[in-house]
């Protein structure tokens, strides 16, 4: 059973304000990740960080920032909400097997932030 | 072009039946493979990986793997109505130590009827 928590699970919020989405892990897992999923797309990674300190844009260009001050929490922040940023916000969490040859490196999702913003 | 192709669904099967899910992918780097289900407003979990062309066999499910191809394919027999969900491929270029970015398909929306 994966830990990974995601809050809030919902929000609504209006053009221009300022939001973050928390995401904690209690497995103790070195790497984490943020994906955006939009309905019936494919997940596409924004942001992930392989330790306290790291972090590194994903695949996909976003407007949001993250930090990793603690190795259990990974915080993503829109500093101006708008529109186009509606999606489902998921975050992951591997435990980065260093040393193995066969590196399975298994990501556990938390169970996402669905963001509107109006 | 994307990297990893996977039909949409949605894919709608009497309880019992085998349900037969694929995906194509072009990156010919990619050594690393996964099925994730994932239901409705949660987190997508974990069913079976593979680094390996072949099959892979746990419980009801059947990875399969065709890397001349480029080709995986998931099987579940016995389906339930709980199987009903929606179903993400996912496959990574395997990178020591430094772990694997996954690259996802759109997934297939999977109903089993009662």
């Known amino acids: 059973e994966a830990d990974i928590y995601q809050t809030p699970r919902y929000l609504v919020i209006g053009t221009g304000k300022k939001i973050t989405l928390e995401c904690s892990q209690t497995?103790?897992?070195?790497?984490m990740y943020w994906y955006q999923q939009d309905p019936g797309m494919e997940l596409h990674l924004i942001h992930y960080?392989?330790?306290?300190?790291?972090?590194e844009k994903g695949d996909l260009s976003s407007e949001s920032t993250v930090s990793r001050i603690r190795t259990e929490h990974f915080p993503l922040t829109l500093e101006s909400a708008r529109p186009s940023h509606t999606s489902q916000y998921l975050c992951?969490?591997?435990?980065?097997?260093?040393?193995?040859?066969?590196?399975?490196?298994?990501?556990?999702f938390g169970p996402g932030t669905r963001l509107t913003v109006l | 072009q994307k990297e990893v192709e996977q039909d949409p669904g949605p894919l709608s099967v009497p309880e019992g039946a085998i349900v037969s899910l694929n995906c194509t992918y072009s990156?010919?780097?990619?050594?690393?493979f996964m099925w994730y289900r994932q239901y409705s407003r949660k987190g997508p979990e974990l069913l079976m990986y593979?680094?390996?062309?072949g099959n892979k066999e746990d419980g009801r499910f059947t990875a399969q793997v065709d890397k001349s191809s480029k080709y995986i394919s998931l099987f579940i027999r016995d389906s339930q109505p709980s199987d009903s969900a929606t179903y993400l491929c996912?496959?990574?270029?395997?990178?020591?130590?430094?772990?694997?970015?996954?690259?996802f398909g759109g997934g297939t929306r999977v109903l089993v009827k009662p």
């Open positions: 990156n010919s780097a990619f050594q690393y």
């Open positions: 992951a969490s591997s435990a980065g097997l260093a040393g193995l040859s066969y590196n399975t490196d298994t990501q556990y």
């Open positions: 593979t680094y390996s062309s």
């Open positions: 996912a496959m990574s270029v395997l990178i020591k130590a430094a772990g694997n970015k996954l690259t």
């Open positions: 497995m103790g897992h070195d790497k």
């Open positions: 960080s392989y330790g306290v300190n790291s972090t």
